[in-house]
C-alpha cells in the first residue's frame, strides 16, 4: 500500500522560503511512470496545483508559481521536496503531496497547514 506523508515547520515568515518534505513509502519514487504532485488549499478557496516531478526528474509548474517554485526528488530517502520563494501570506495554506501513477491523483497524504506569519 502505497502511503505518502507531508512534514515540514507550520510557521514561516513573510519573505522567505516555506520548505515542505513528502515522504513515500509502498513505492519508489523512480519507479517508471509515477508522478508526484504538490497541491494546496487556501482557506476559504478550492485546491490550487503548484507542480509537479516525474519519476525521472522532469519538473512541471503552475504558470502562477513557477518563478518561485521549486520541486525536487531526493532518491537517497524516497522523498519528495517544494520549496516556495518569497512567500507572502496569500501562501498560508493545507499544502498536500499526491501520487499520480499516469491514470490520475490515487493517493495523498494527510496534508500540512502552513502559515505565513511574522
Known amino acids: 500500500q502505497v502511503r505518502l506523508q507531508e512534514s515540514g515547520p507550520g510557521l514561516v515568515k513573510p519573505a522567505q522560503t516555506l520548505s515542505l518534505t513528502c515522504t513515500v513509502s509502498?513505492?519508489?519514487?523512480?519507479?517508471?511512470?509515477?508522478?508526484w504532485h504538490w497541491i494546496r488549499q487556501s482557506p476559504g478557496k478550492g485546491l490550487e496545483w503548484i507542480g509537479m516531478?516525474?519519476?525521472?526528474?522532469?519538473?512541471y509548474a503552475s504558470p502562477s508559481l513557477k518563478s518561485r517554485t521549486t520541486i525536487s526528488l531526493v532518491t537517497s530517502t524516497n522523498q519528495f521536496t517544494l520549496q516556495v520563494n518569497s512567500v507572502t501570506p496569500e501562501d498560508t495554506a493545507v499544502y498536500f503531496c499526491?501520487?499520480?501513477?499516469?491514470?490520475?491523483?490515487?493517493?495523498w497524504g494527510q496534508g500540512t497547514q502552513v502559515t505565513v506569519s511574522s
Open positions: 499526491a501520487r499520480d501513477p499516469t491514470s490520475g491523483l490515487d493517493t
Open positions: 509502498g513505492s519508489s519514487i523512480t519507479a517508471t511512470y509515477q508522478y
Open positions: 516531478i516525474s519519476y525521472s526528474g522532469t519538473v
